[in-house]
DNA sequence: TCGTTAATGCACTAACTGGTTACTTGTTAT
DNA sequence: ATAACAAGTAACCAGTTAGTGCATTAACGA
């Protein structure tokens, strides 16, 4: 994640380093091609020597960096979770009125579960794993708990507010404004067969948000 | 699973045939054993030999039953959806009031999730391999046509009776009372983890369930 | 300039995996 | 009884798979 160089002892000419040794590069070149194969395969179907290739990296430096496959698999999982928490505190909803941060946040889960499908695929993955990698996490927890209490400021200036009824638990809330966006998703080509419709076009991806943004307003509705 | 002697010589007295050989038992017991092995593993992360062994059987008898391990996957894809569709078809939702059928309905999604584990993580693996398998089925489509239509009727009785608002979408519905289930379920492992909490405890289980109908009766609600 | 350390590459393996070959044995209609 | 067929078995195979041992090479501080 670092992006200077290390060494600023004033030898390097050139600002971009044309190294042909480069450890971060490496690093971060096998952690993006192991995300989408793990997000395409699953922990169980990925390959590692897939995702040496795509990373154009020697398999060697797969263990040399990551131990393993599931160790590999654990760090790209806890860096999804990081992404998705910090972008979330990056919405600074706090300025806005109650019902507009609400709608803002189910926005913007909706667009991000459709910008990072990997997000949604790693996370399955996990469940079926019984979040064992994700349990190691210290990380994530700390993440966790600044999210659902972001959540609960909402619906506590709500109901202050008399727009929110009072009461409303922000982690069943939490849980179906992910829901409503994430299943739509996850489940979208056995979907597609069971209510024959195209579930990925344009006006059934907005007339889904549209949909869910009500469904959480009507919710919370005082 | 069979227990009776074999040498039962002369005609055979007993109409339940005590067969030392029984190709529906042991088909039986091969989509049985393969069904928890899939739901355990993921299509990819199932074995054969693992498959074989709970079924007590022999492996070959896989391919001679069912050709491939793809094979066999489709026909556990396939009952998993028929045995659902059947089941909500026998709710008899239409002698109820709207307000009941549509709490009788989502008490019921929810009670089938939690009593038929493997579905929710069959339905993961398919969607993983993008529904080609159930692609292929043609079963499952009349299912799925009957079931949407059932949904629809409720949805008209209601706004007819004016106690729900026109104009729902029933397809969009039937996807949230399904998400807001399947996905509490489905992520229970993670979810625990973000939330702190123990989500599959008795009263956490009864609290979602109750805040699920709240909150598919307010989406309806006139 | 040189020695140490980190990055990289190649070739290898031991265990598996889905699938098959070749065979034996039970069941049933005649 | 027995021929014909279905049910069942064990051993095996060819291709993969995650993971390693070891030699090589670049970077960099002294």
Same mark, same amino acid.
């Given at each position: ?41 699953? *922990? ?140 739509? *998703? ?12 195209? *579930? ?23």
């Amino acid at each position: 994640m670092e992006s200077a160089e290390k060494g600023a002892t004033e030898k390097p000419p050139a600002p971009t380093r044309p190294r042909t040794r480069d450890a971060e590069a490496t690093k971060a070149r096998i952690l993006d091609a192991a995300k989408r194969e793990f997000a395409k395969n699953g *922990l169980g179907g990925a390959r590692v020597d897939v995702i040496a290739e795509k990373a154009r990296a020697n398999k060697r430096m797969i263990y040399h960096y990551f131990e393993s496959k599931e160790g590999l698999f654990q760090t790209i999982l806890e860096n999804a979770y990081v992404d998705i928490r910090t972008a979330e505190q990056k919405l600074n909803l706090d300025h806005l009125a109650p019902k507009e941060a609400l709608e803002r946040l189910v926005r913007f889960t909706w667009d991000y579960y459709l910008k990072n499908p990997e997000f949604i695929t790693l996370v399955n993955s996990e469940n079926l794993h019984r979040a064992k990698h994700l349990k190691k996490s210290e990380v994530v927890k700390v993440y966790s708990r600044k999210f659902v209490s972001m959540v609960a400021t909402i619906l506590d200036r709500g109901a202050a507010a008399g727009v929110f009824r009072p009461g409303v638990d922000p982690v069943q809330l939490n849980i179906t404004i992910a829901a409503i966006g994430y299943y739509y *998703l996850t489940n979208r080509f056995t979907g597609a067969i069971v209510f024959e419709r195209d *579930l990925m076009a344009k006006d059934a991806l907005e007339e889904r948000l549209r949909f869910n943004i009500d469904t959480i307003l009507r919710l919370v509705a005082a």
